[in-house]
C-alpha cells in the first residue's frame, strides 16, 4: 500500500520561502514520477511541479522561477522548495506519485495522493 506523508507547511509572509517534504513508502520510489499539486478553497485542484523518474522537471507557469523541485530516492523523499512566496499560493498542497514514471501534469495519471499540507501566505 503506498503511502504518502507531506510536511513542511505553514504561514509565511509574502517574500517569504517554505520547504515541503513528501515521505514516500509502499512503493519503487525510484521508477516513479513525483508531482506536487495544490488546492485553494472553492477552486479545482491544479499543477505545481513534477519530477521523473531519471529527474526532468517541469513546472507549472505559476511556479516557474520560483520553485523548485527534487528528489531523494535514497530517502524516498521529494522535495518542493517554494521562494518568493506570494498571497495567491496559498493553498492546500498535495504530494502525487505517478506509476508512468515520465512528465505528467494531469491528476489522472497519479494513482496515489498524500493528506495535503496547508501553505498560507500573508500579505
Known amino acids: 500500500q503506498v503511502q504518502l506523508v507531506e510536511s513542511g507547511g505553514g504561514l509565511v509572509q509574502a517574500g517569504g520561502s517554505l520547504r515541503l517534504s513528501c515521505a514516500a513508502s509502499g512503493l519503487t520510489f525510484s521508477t516513479y514520477a513525483m508531482g506536487w499539486f495544490r488546492q485553494a478553497p472553492g477552486k479545482e485542484r491544479e499543477f505545481v511541479a513534477v519530477i521523473s523518474w531519471n529527474i526532468y522537471t517541469y513546472y507549472a507557469n505559476s511556479a516557474k522561477g520560483r520553485f523548485i523541485i527534487s528528489r531523494e530516492n535514497a530517502k524516498n523523499t521529494v522535495i518542493l522548495q517554494m521562494n518568493s512566496l506570494k498571497p495567491e499560493d496559498t493553498a492546500v498542497y498535495y504530494c502525487?506519485?505517478?506509476?508512468?514514471?515520465?512528465?505528467?501534469?494531469?491528476?489522472?495519471?497519479?494513482?496515489?495522493w498524500g493528506q495535503g499540507t496547508q501553505v498560507t501566505v500573508s500579505s
Open positions: 502525487a506519485a505517478s506509476p508512468r514514471g515520465a512528465i505528467a501534469t494531469s491528476t489522472s495519471d497519479f494513482r496515489s
